[in-house]
């Protein structure tokens, strides 16, 4: 994103698609009707549900601490942005993000995570952006804390061999509500317990 477009996202308060950096992508038509625009426009379709799926597993992959093929989505290099309510999360590389993100989905923990409404723009062969509407509720036991809201993400993707990757993503929330438990709820399956990080491997 440019200087200007950062400085115009913070001037009103509004997201919007210029404030984030997004421009138009590649139209969703077919110049002609020959085999070759039909071929690129079927690849431009192809490409948008591609990045859905990527974004979906995203959203799968944390909530069920699958943190091996959630290294695979991600670029080596990607950089990470979230403005929460109380917080501002700022990590670059991938590796990086997954020693959080390892960190957060442990074993006193649930996590419920949901993207809609996809916005994607291609812009190239190699390049596409994406705007999605999250939803999310996490519970975090051994601090008796819950929190609950939306948020807007904006994604930037990267074509490499074949594969989309996520190369940089940011969120910015809608509303956040944060509230002390004063009891846990009585949970009939609880799958992080089984298979999130053990709180004693957890880097602080």
């Not at 077919?30 to 085999?35: F, K, L, M, P, R």
């Not at 949901?114 to 999605?132: K, R």
């Not at 930037?156 to 940011?170: A, D, F, Q, S």
Request: glycine share 8%; with cysteine; charged share 30%.
């Amino acid at each position: 994103m440019s200087e200007r477009a950062r400085k115009t996202a913070t001037i009103d308060g509004t997201l919007t698609k210029y404030g984030m950096g997004i421009k138009e992508g590649l139209a969703l038509e077919t110049e002609s009707d020959n085999a070759e625009d039909l071929r690129r426009g079927l690849q431009h379709l192809m490409d948008i549900e591609a990045i859905k799926q990527v974004k979906h597993a995203y959203f799968r992959c944390i909530d069920t601490a699958n943190f091996q093929e959630l290294e695979g989505l991600f670029h080596e290099d990607v950089l990470v942005h979230f403005v929460g309510g109380n917080y501002e999360w700022k990590l670059q590389g991938r590796d990086e993000y997954l020693s959080s993100i390892k960190a957060a989905f442990n074993r006193e923990s649930i996590g419920h995570h949901n993207g809609h409404h996809p916005e994607i723009q291609v812009l190239s062969e190699t390049e596409a952006t994406g705007i999605w509407y999250l939803s999310d509720n996490m519970w975090v036991f051994n601090f008796d804390f819950f929190t609950t809201g939306t948020a807007i993400y904006w994604d930037r993707y990267v074509k490499e061999n074949g594969r989309w990757l996520i190369r940089e993503t940011r969120y910015e929330r809608i509303y956040e509500i944060n509230e002390g438990l004063e009891k846990q709820p009585s949970l009939s399956t609880h799958y992080l317990s089984r298979h999130g990080t053990p709180v004693d491997q957890r880097k602080d």
